[in-house]
């Protein structure tokens, strides 16, 4: 059974093979969905396209969203290929390097300013756009990380740009919900990526994680792009302003377990 034979779906944040936006777009496909990609900067198409033509998406448009004059361009254009859409994927995050490193406390105004803008004000940017285009109802998600409710070394302002992710998840889920249109948040555990390899320390992050989270393993792009697939299906049709975990159960622990050293 294809679960979104029939839906159109917007997914904004493919860098490369190892984004987790493409292993949504994966898992989209193979479950019967027409896709449309945008990325955010002219380096990314030689790699985003050829992605693209393997599942024969031909919606295929650069779009950086810190732009308002982009991002209006980009669902214009969308409006005039799908006419409308059922899914919106926000799967973008961006800190300045230096504020990935060092202490919180350092950052700039200026990196703070460009880390929720790029990494948070940009779901509301896209979701006030694409509700025009959903007018049967619909689905948006984004990616966050527990970064946004505890302290993580050197993810600094991105946790606090993905709180802000979060609370404007519920806030969005509350507005635009009486139109049938669901948003949520899921809230991956570390995978290597081009993004996470900005923060300083993050194969740490991986091995940390891998030791001592409940599965004993570290979660992949395809779990992620199957727990969106639920969501954004009619099998998500309850849920919205939630944060869901993709992360082997890292989030429930209290106090991981002690080294065997100790005993
Ligand atoms: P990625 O580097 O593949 O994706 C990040 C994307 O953000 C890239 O496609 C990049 O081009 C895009 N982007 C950055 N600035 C942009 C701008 N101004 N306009 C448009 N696009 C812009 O890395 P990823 O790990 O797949 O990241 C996707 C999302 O998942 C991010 O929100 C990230 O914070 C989140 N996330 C990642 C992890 C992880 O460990 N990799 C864990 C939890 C959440």
């Known amino acids: 059974m294809k ?19 493409w292993g949504i777009a994966q898992a989209f496909h193979e479950h019967g969905a027409e896709l449309g990609f945008s ?12 992605l693209a033509q393997q599942i024969g998406v031909g ?7 810190s732009s308002d004059e982009e991002t209006d361009a980009v669902f ?15 799967s973008i995050g961006y800190a300045l390097r230096e504020d990935l490193e060092g202490r919180f406390v350092d950052t700039s105004r200026e990196g703070f300013k460009t880390a929720l803008d790029i990494s948070a ?22 990616m966050t990380y527990y970064g946004a409710e505890k302290v993580v070394p050197h993810y600094n302002v991105m ?3 993905k709180a802000a992710l979060e609370a404007s998840t519920r806030y969005l889920a ?3 919900g009486p139109q049938g249109i669901r948003v949520n948040a ?34 992949d792009q395809r779990e992620v792009g199957n727990t969106a697939l639920w969501l954004c299906s009619d099998l998500g049709s309850g849920v919205t302003g939630e944060v869901v975990y993709v992360d082997a159960g890292y989030h429930i622990l209290g106090m991981p377990e002690p080294p065997e050293k100790w005993d």
């Open 3 to 21: 679960l979104l034979e029939g839906k159109k779906a917007l997914i904004f944040g493919i860098a490369n093979k190892r984004s987790i936006a």
């Open 39 to 50: 990325y955010g900067i002219p380096q990314l198409e030689r790699r985003v396209r050829p």
């Open 59 to 65: 919606f295929v448009e650069k779009c950086d969203v």
């Open 76 to 90: 214009q254009k969308a409006a005039d290929h799908f006419g409308q859409i059922d899914i919106l994927v926000h």
């Open 121 to 142: 004000y940009s779901l509301v940017a896209l979701a006030r756009r694409a509700a025009p285009l959903m007018p049967d109802g619909g689905s948006i998600i984004s």
């Open 159 to 161: 946790g606090v740009a």
């Open 174 to 176: 509350a507005d635009l």
């Open 186 to 219: 899921i809230s991956a555990g570390p995978i290597k990526t081009l993004a996470a390899a900005g923060v300083s320390g993050f194969r740490k992050m991986l091995r940390y994680s891998e030791e001592r989270n409940p599965l004993r393993r570290n979660v």
